[in-house]
């Protein structure tokens, strides 16, 4: 067996690159949604109105109550059957990240909410603003400014959450590096090279998140 050589980086290389541009581009693009969508069923879990209350709560659950891998095959082979189309492998993956982040989003937001002080929403009406105007310019900036590592994190998740779209052959970081060691037989370099780049984008992401939440707590 032979370690990583120069060669074998060179080899292997163009093969991972276009692999690491799909997996950035679908976890940035369905994060995007994801966020979106977790706002929207975030704010739904606040509602005092049971049946948007109740809506918001069977998405949450249902999303967080069944593997990604589960959703993936279901959004690409179950909604295809279903409709009787073809969904593209791309945008398959997309829903995919989108619907499933946006599940835990929406639990981020609800309780980044949540922890507020309740005395700040009297203190926006106490100065004539609306219950709307109190989140929009009082709640909603410091809530947003406590999601920020957990958001962070979400992110860290549904990137390594991309690495199960091979099973429907999305040409994905992990993908690509079967892809190679498929025609060359070398699955050690090319497996140690696809969890390097993980490891290049989570590492200084998460480093990163420690300092952003040291400076919240200050």
């Excluded at 599940?103 to 926006?124: L, N």
Aim: with cysteine.
């Amino acid at each position: 067996m032979e370690f990583i050589t120069e060669s074998h980086y060179y080899r292997v290389m163009p093969f991972l690159l276009e692999g690491l541009v799909w997996t950035l581009l679908i976890t940035f693009v369905g994060l995007i949604i994801g966020f979106v969508l977790g706002a929207i069923f975030g704010f739904a879990r606040l509602s005092k109105n049971k049946l948007v209350y109740g809506l918001a709560t069977v998405y949450v659950e249902a999303v967080r109550g069944t593997p990604i891998l589960a959703q993936i095959l279901f959004i690409y082979f179950g909604l295809s059957d279903l409709m009787g189309i073809n969904i593209d492998k791309i945008t398959a993956s997309i829903i995919a990240i989108a619907i499933n982040a946006g599940a835990y989003i929406a639990e981020i937001v609800r309780g980044a909410v949540y922890s507020i002080d309740k005395g700040q929403e009297e203190a926006g009406r106490s100065i004539g603003l609306t219950r709307n105007q109190t989140m929009r310019y009082i709640i909603w900036p410091q809530a947003f400014r406590r999601m920020i590592p957990p958001l962070g994190n979400q992110f860290v998740i549904s990137l390594k959450d991309t690495s199960l779209f091979s099973v429907i052959a999305v040409g994905e970081l992990l993908y690509m590096g079967q892809q190679y060691y498929g025609m060359t037989f070398q699955a050690f370099q090319a497996l140690t090279m696809v969890c390097i780049m993980y490891l290049i984008i989570t590492v200084p992401t998460a480093v990163y998140l420690r300092r952003v939440e040291r400076r919240l707590d200050v």
